[in-house]
């Protein structure tokens, strides 16, 4: 008696696509303060989560505007993740980094420092 075969699934053609890390190809700078936040967050609604630049956000004014509450209110707006500039960490494309109004963020070979 012949045994029957066990059939293999057939191999799909197509390949999930892996999310890229890529480096942005634009680097867009804003300074804040309370007076403008509103502005701010109408700004971050209104892109999209495919652009291909970075977002660096500083408190230019401590006029009662917190780097949490900026963080909180962007976050709450933006389909771009948002989070916290991190010494040393490389910009992504499609992303919001947030900067206290302490830091001084500068950018070097594409890292925040």
């Known amino acids: 008696m012949a045994r029957a075969k066990s059939a293999k699934p057939a191999k799909s053609r197509t390949t999930a696509k892996k999310p890229s890390v890529a480096e942005p190809i634009a680097i867009v700078g804003i300074g ?20 291909e630049a970075a977002f660096v956000i500083a408190v230019r004014q401590q006029d009662g505007l917190t780097t949490a509450t ?5 976050k709450d707006q933006s389909a771009l993740p948002v989070k916290i500039a991190k010494n040393g960490e490389r910009l992504r494309a499609g992303q919001v980094y947030v900067g206290g109004p302490d830091d001084l963020v500068t950018i070097t070979d594409g890292h925040i420092e």
């Open 70 to 74: 900026l963080f909180g209110a962007v």
């Open 32 to 51: 804040v303060c309370l007076a403008s936040l509103k502005s701010l967050q109408q700004l971050f609604a209104g892109l999209s989560d495919d652009l």
